[in-house]
């Protein structure tokens, strides 16, 4: 055989064990799927020295390869982080199942009972990045919600993958689920990627995890359904009567505290008059926690402001970095998020009810806010227990997505000899 | 500048002109938009010469082209035809319009005010055949529900839909909606609808309408987000404890009442007991109403039964054509169902709760049902007053889409300053 038909050969005998493994998952019960978890949890423990171990093998190689010092970090495991995972195994068990609820039903005329309930989406592919926490947690996440996964994560971590799936499957070996419903692709090659892509026989969707180049690349090449996540070019605009102090703490808030995540802020767009009295205050405050500024011809005013470029107003800085920009009027701030923005997270600080509600409307984003930061769009934050990630995309899910958006409906229908 | 530069082109600037007449259209109230769909009923009306003869040169082209008679019917419109667009127009003004409605509300601990509400879903590209009245049968539903729309038709009725799209124009230019809410690509050329496959930057979703060759080429080839509708290899099953008029009743509802449909039924599956006393019948009934029957080995034994092959099994006849099998029990059944069926609608009839409990949980469709057809799967049979297309994909939406369907959500968030 030859080496692509080999590769394409485990690929599909897995996603093909996975659809098995999805059926029987489809009729586990809570408890069943709970033990499961719990059995993971006490795994992960139990085999702290093997998984350690073998994670030093990916370390290793990453020092060799002359990783950086935050991929090395994002790929290392220790007994906090293990136990990390395992705490929030059993935190999972402790959430609503959203499998089998009633999200409707009624009597049609003609005597004919409908239920919409929900049900698993059945097999479920993951693209992931060096973060062998994704492979505990998207296979807890799609095991809860009563799917199979299918897991293809960077050949870096490939050991410590192999040890966490190896340990997961002793563990589901002792509780009801199929072993199947979690699947390692172990071969990382781009071919392999590229036919999972195109995998609509197998795979009810894929959720790709990590920067936005991989979650373009997927986006741009799957032809199975695609739940993107990711980036977010997200914007603070403070309006004419925004209240002084609480702007800039906002725009602080939303810019420093954790500037390396997708709901951080990136360009704060200031109306004309606030601008004029506050401004330098705003500027003063974002130069103190050493943010750069990039800003438009009047914040070039002040001092070590470095003019912001077209590019500027489309870039997420990931960073402490900021854009800046004075507006006419909350229309101008509309018109420019809906321009350059990424449909993540906005908000607008404003003490003008108006103004408030044409924002709430006009802008097109998975989460618009009044008087409050654009850090809050997290599913942990929502009050959703769990977070598959945020929703960039419309279809299906938008915004922070809890467990229900690893869920999809049907239709049960009952009758008493209807043909009419 | 090159054909296809010029083609490109043209894709482009009509799609960023959809794109922007969406953020318009976004704000629109349900009577702006349910006046707009009166006008266009009238205009429909008002035009129906012009609309009438244009659509005679695409029958004249399909008949020197030799269209089957099928598909000239399909293509052709009358003056019957324009009153049922035109009504269904108005009828379409009296549904709830599904824009604005808070699905969820609550307040965070740390006092922000949360609420999930439906949005639009922003531009929509429907890809379809030679049927015309899809043309205002889609531009209508988006409107409805505030989205700009981009068609993209057959060339055959190429002048039914120029005709058509510019009486919808004429109407949106006496209504408050932007005229830009419909756009027609009237280059119907292939580099086009692969452009429309890929054109993520400007469409929010495409869905393809029509045959299952269409629907196999979009779902193929985009990278932008399909709502897949269609095909439908369904089946009855007839448990052991079915009531056999009910049965036999129900067996020919859903083979022959229209068997082009997608919710017809193609294979009969029997239970081996039911098969032994009752089976005669049921082919009897069956081949009175002119059905070929493909039979297994046991139901060979009755005269005109052509043998089923396995590729049987897998084919949508949408004919009178069946494919009768005698299966051990429910089990079975839910076993061969949920290989070759497509997802869409399956039915059992039963007397036996459990059997039907294990169906209606096992077999992965986005209709079940007991003792009744499957015919029902419809949107107006469900209800919904309009129908978009009947999902088969298990994303955003499954079986008949009603208005919801075509759009999205949005988190609007409250709040007093809150950055933590």
Same mark, same amino acid.
């Given at each position: 055989?030859?080496?692509?038909?080999?590769?394409?050969?485990?690929?599909?005998?897995?996603?093909?064990?996975?659809? !098995?493994?999805?059926?029987?998952?489809?009729?586990?019960?809570?408890?069943?799927?709970?033990?499961?978890?719990?059995?993971?949890?006490?795994?992960?423990?139990?085999?702290?020295?093997?998984?350690?171990?073998?994670?030093?093998?990916?370390?290793?190689?990453?020092?060799?390869?002359?990783?950086?010092?935050?991929?090395?970090?994002?790929?290392?495991?220790?007994?906090?982080?293990? !136990?990390?995972?395992?705490?929030?195994?059993?935190?999972?068990?402790?959430?609503?199942?959203?499998?089998?609820?009633?999200?409707?039903?009624?009597?049609?005329?003609?005597?004919?009972?409908?239920?919409?309930?929900?049900?698993?989406?059945?097999?479920?592919?993951?693209?992931?990045?060096?973060?062998?926490?994704?492979?505990?947690?998207?296979?807890?996440?799609?095991?809860?919600?009563?799917?199979?996964?299918?897991?293809?994560?960077?050949?870096?971590?490939?050991?410590?993958?192999?040890?966490?799936?190896?340990?997961?499957?002793?563990?589901?070996?002792?509780?009801?689920?199929?072993?199947?419903?979690?699947?390692?692709?172990?071969?990382?090659?781009?071919?392999?990627?590229?036919?999972?892509?195109?995998?609509?026989?197998?795979?009810?969707?894929?959720?790709?995890?990590?920067?936005?180049?991989?979650?373009?690349?997927?986006?741009?090449?799957?032809?199975?359904?695609?739940?993107?996540?990711?980036?977010?070019?997200?914007?603070?605009?403070?309006?004419?009567?925004?209240?002084?102090?609480?702007?800039?703490?906002?725009?602080?808030?939303?810019?420093?505290?954790?500037?390396?995540?997708?709901?951080?802020?990136?360009?704060?767009?200031?109306?004309?008059?606030?601008?004029?009295?506050?401004?330098? !205050?705003?500027?003063?405050?974002?130069?103190?926690?050493?943010?750069?500024?990039?800003?438009?011809?009047?914040?070039?005013?002040?001092?070590?402001?470095?003019?912001?470029?077209?590019?500027?107003?489309?870039?997420?800085?990931?960073?402490?970095?900021?854009?800046?920009?004075?507006?006419?009027?909350?229309?101008?701030?509309?018109?420019?998020?809906?321009?350059?923005?990424?449909?993540?997270?906005?908000?607008?600080?404003?003490?003008?009810?108006?103004?408030?509600?044409?924002?709430?409307?006009?802008?097109?984003?998975?989460?618009?806010?009044?008087?409050?930061?654009?850090?809050?769009?997290?599913?942990?934050?929502?009050?959703?227990?769990?977070?598959?990630?945020?929703?960039?995309? !419309?279809?299906?899910?938008?915004?922070?997505?809890?467990?229900?958006?690893?869920?999809?409906?049907?239709?049960?229908?009952?009758?008493?000899?209807?043909?009419?």
């Amino acid at each position: 055989m030859s080496e692509v038909l080999q590769k394409t050969s485990d690929l599909l005998e897995k996603a093909a064990l996975a659809k !098995k493994a999805a059926a029987e998952m489809a009729k586990q019960s809570t408890e069943a799927k709970n033990k499961a978890l719990r059995l993971m949890a006490d795994q992960l423990l139990q085999e702290q020295d093997f998984l350690l171990t073998e994670n030093e093998k990916d370390i290793a190689a990453g020092r060799h390869a002359g990783m950086s010092d935050s991929l090395i970090d994002r790929l290392q495991l220790d007994a906090s982080r293990l !136990k990390g995972m395992a705490d929030a195994l059993v935190l999972l068990t402790q959430l609503e199942d959203p499998v089998g609820e009633v999200l409707e039903s009624w009597e049609q005329p003609n005597g004919l009972e409908m239920a919409k309930i929900r049900v698993p989406l059945g097999v479920i592919g993951m693209i992931y990045e060096a973060r062998p926490n994704v492979t505990v947690d998207a296979s807890s996440l799609c095991l809860k919600t009563g799917n199979a996964v299918v897991l293809r994560g960077s050949s870096t971590a490939i050991h410590s993958n192999k040890a966490l799936v190896a340990a997961i499957h002793r563990a589901l070996a002792k509780s009801e689920l199929p072993v199947d419903a979690v699947q390692l692709i172990e071969d990382t090659s781009r071919e392999t990627a590229s036919h999972m892509f195109k995998l609509n026989s197998h795979l009810d969707v894929l959720i790709p995890r990590g920067g936005a180049k991989l979650i373009k690349t997927v986006v741009e090449n799957s032809t199975v359904p695609v739940l993107e996540t990711g980036a977010g070019n997200c914007h603070v605009y403070i309006d004419e009567t925004a209240n002084v102090e609480m702007a800039i703490a906002i725009a602080l808030n939303a810019k420093t505290q954790r500037p390396s995540v997708c709901n951080a802020c990136e360009t704060i767009l200031v109306e004309k008059n606030w601008a004029a009295a506050h401004l330098g !205050k705003l500027v003063e405050a974002l130069q103190e926690k050493a943010v750069v500024i990039h800003g438009d011809s009047f914040v070039q005013q002040w001092e070590n402001v470095i003019p912001a470029t077209e590019e500027d107003w489309g870039t997420e800085y990931l960073g402490l970095e900021a854009s800046v920009k004075v507006v006419d009027a909350v229309d101008e701030a509309i018109r420019h998020i809906n321009s350059y923005g990424t449909k993540h997270s906005e908000a607008i600080i404003s003490e003008t009810p108006e103004n408030v509600q044409q924002f709430f409307m006009e802008v097109d984003a998975a989460a618009v806010y009044h008087n409050a930061s654009t850090r809050f769009t997290d599913g942990f934050e929502f009050g959703f227990g769990a977070e598959i990630g945020i929703s960039t995309q !419309k279809l299906h899910a938008r915004g922070p997505m809890g467990l229900p958006a690893l869920t999809s409906t049907k239709y049960l229908i009952k009758g008493n000899g209807q043909t009419k």
